[in-house]
C-alpha cells in the first residue's frame, strides 16, 4: 500500500471514532416509585452525536409492553409522560420490574433505566404524627409584658398520668435555657409569673420564648410558638423624656398580707374557738381596706377572752422589684418611700398604751407570720393621710448587692394592754427612685 492511501485510511477511521453517538438515561433510572395516572413526570436522557430522533419504550422484566413514544427529537429531552400510559392510549397495570428504554430511530444507540422502578396506584402516605402530650397557650408569641408584672402563663395536657408534673423554663430568643421560673406544677393549669423573674435573677428586656416540659420525660415539652417581648420601665418613657440626664421612675410594690394571732399571759397552748380570730380581724378592718392584696396592712386588736388576753394581728410584706437597676446603686440619686393611707382605726380604749406602726428594713426572706431577721426601723407618722421617707441608703444596697432585697414589713405595736386596744391600717406603698 503506498503512503498515501495509508494516510487517507487512518484520517476515515478516526472520523468514525469521532462521531460516535450516545444516549444516556436519567430518569427514572431504578428504585422510584411512580404514581400511576400522574402527569408531566420528565423522562430525561442526554444525547449526543444521535441522528434526529428517538423511540422511548416501556419494559417489564425484560420484556416489552410497548412504546411510550413512536418517534421525538434526540435534543428534546425531558419528555413529559403521563405516568403508566402508552402511545396507544392504553394504560398499564401497576407493579414492580419496569423500565424504561431509549433508542436511536436510524443508528446503535440504545439507554435503559440501571434498575428496575415501580408504577403504583398511590403514594402510601407518611404515618401518623405523634399526640402533642403537652401544649404551652399562653404566652405563645407575639405578647409583650412588663418586667416584674403579671403575665399568665397556661398550658394543657391530653395524658396527665404520662407527663405528671410540669416545669416552667425560660428560653432566650435562640432556644437557650436561661433557668427554671417554677417546677412541681400540675400536667394541665395556669400560673402567674412576675415577668422576667426566674431562678432568683431577672432577665434583661428582650426576645423570649417558654418552654413546658415533663419533670418525669423530658423529651415531653411545648415551646412557645414565637418570641414575645419583655419591657422595662424604661421602654414606657417617650424619646424626648430620656433625654434629660435625670430620670425617674415610680415603682408599685407587691403586697404580701399575714395574719396571725397571740395569747398573753399565760398558757399558749390555750384553746381558741376557730371563730375568735377572725372576728377579731374584722373588728381590725370592717372591710374598709379593700382587696388585701391591694394594700399594705397592719393593725392589732387586743380583746379578753376567758383569763387570756388574745391579739388578732395583720402584719404585711411590701416588695418593691428594683432588678431591673441592679448595679446602679453609683447612679442613685435619691429614693422616696411614699406611703398613703386609705384607711385607719386608732382606738386606745383607755388602755394606757398608745397605737404603734412602724416599718422595718427585712434582713431576711418573710415566708410566714413569724417575724424574721429585721434591720433599720422606719418610723410611720400616725395622724397623716400622706407621709415620704428617704430610703436612699437602703435601696441603694439593694441594687448593689450588699443587702438582699427582701422587702420591707409594716408591723403594728403587739404589746397587750389592759382596757381593750384597737389599731389597725391601711397603706398604698409607691417608691419613687431618681437616677443619674
Known amino acids: 500500500m503506498s503512503r498515501k492511501m495509508t494516510i487517507v485510511l487512518m484520517t476515515w477511521l478516526a472520523a468514525e471514532v469521532l462521531c460516535a453517538g450516545t444516549i444516556t438515561l436519567v430518569q427514572p433510572n431504578g428504585g422510584e416509585n411512580l404514581v400511576l395516572g400522574t402527569d408531566n413526570y420528565p423522562i430525561q436522557w442526554n444525547a449526543a452525536n444521535v441522528g434526529q430522533s428517538v423511540r422511548i419504550r416501556l419494559r417489564r422484566n425484560g420484556t416489552l409492553v ?173 424619646k424626648a423624656q430620656r433625654i434629660p440626664i435625670q430620670k425617674g421612675v415610680s415603682l408599685d410594690a407587691d403586697i404580701q398580707n399575714y395574719p396571725c394571732h397571740d395569747t398573753f399571759p399565760g398558757d399558749m397552748s390555750a384553746y381558741l374557738p376557730s371563730s375568735l380570730l377572725p372576728q377579731g380581724w374584722q373588728q381590725l378592718f370592717g372591710g374598709s381596706c379593700g382587696n388585701p392584696n391591694q394594700y399594705a396592712q397592719a393593725g392589732v386588736y387586743w380583746f379578753p377572752y376567758e383569763n387570756y388576753n388574745v391579739a388578732a394581728i395583720y402584719r404585711s410584706r411590701i416588695l418593691f422589684h428594683v432588678g431591673e437597676f441592679a448595679g446602679q446603686g453609683a447612679s442613685l440619686k435619691s429614693a422616696k418611700l411614699k406611703m398613703k393611707r386609705v384607711h385607719s382605726i386608732h382606738e386606745d380604749a383607755g388602755s394606757g398604751c398608745g397605737c404603734q406602726e412602724n416599718i422595718w428594713v427585712l434582713n431576711a426572706p418573710m415566708t410566714g407570720a413569724a417575724i424574721p431577721a429585721i434591720g433599720q426601723r422606719i418610723d410611720v407618722d400616725l395622724g397623716a393621710s400622706e407621709f415620704t421617707r428617704d430610703v436612699t441608703a437602703i435601696v441603694r444596697q439593694w441594687l448593689d448587692g450588699t443587702l438582699a432585697n427582701n422587702g420591707l414589713l409594716l408591723l403594728a405595736g403587739e404589746l397587750p394592754c389592759s382596757g381593750g386596744r384597737k389599731c389597725a391600717s391601711c397603706y398604698e406603698p409607691t417608691l419613687v427612685l431618681e437616677m443619674d
Not at 156 to 180: C, F
Not at 187 to 207: D, F, L
Request: glycine share 12%.
Open 66 to 238: 410497548g412504546a411510550i413514544a413512536s418517534s421525538v427529537a434526540a435534543n428534546s429531552s425531558p419528555f413529559l409522560w403521563k405516568v403508566g400510559r402508552l402511545a396507544s392510549g392504553a394504560m398499564v397495570e401497576p407493579g414492580g420490574g419496569y423500565t424504561v428504554k431509549i433508542l436511536a430511530i436510524d443508528g446503535d444507540e440504545v439507554a435503559e433505566s440501571a434498575a428496575p422502578f415501580a408504577i403504583v396506584e398511590s403514594q402510601p402516605l407518611p404515618p401518623p404524627p405523634p399526640p402533642v402530650m403537652l401544649r404551652l397557650e399562653a404566652p405563645n408569641g407575639g405578647e409583650s409584658y412588663l418586667l416584674h408584672h403579671d403575665c399568665p402563663v397556661s398550658w394543657k395536657s391530653i395524658s396527665p398520668a404520662q407527663v405528671g408534673s410540669v416545669r416552667l423554663e425560660l428560653l432566650n430568643s435562640g432556644g437557650g435555657l436561661l433557668g427554671t421560673i417554677k417546677d412541681g406544677l400540675p400536667a394541665t393549669g395556669t400560673w402567674t409569673w412576675k415577668a422576667g423573674e426566674y431562678g432568683g435573677a431577672t432577665a434583661p428586656a428582650g426576645s423570649y420564648r417558654l418552654c413546658v416540659r415533663s419533670m418525669a420525660a423530658g423529651a415531653i415539652r411545648d415551646d412557645s410558638d414565637a418570641l414575645f417581648e419583655l419591657k422595662s420601665l424604661h421602654a414606657m418613657v417617650s
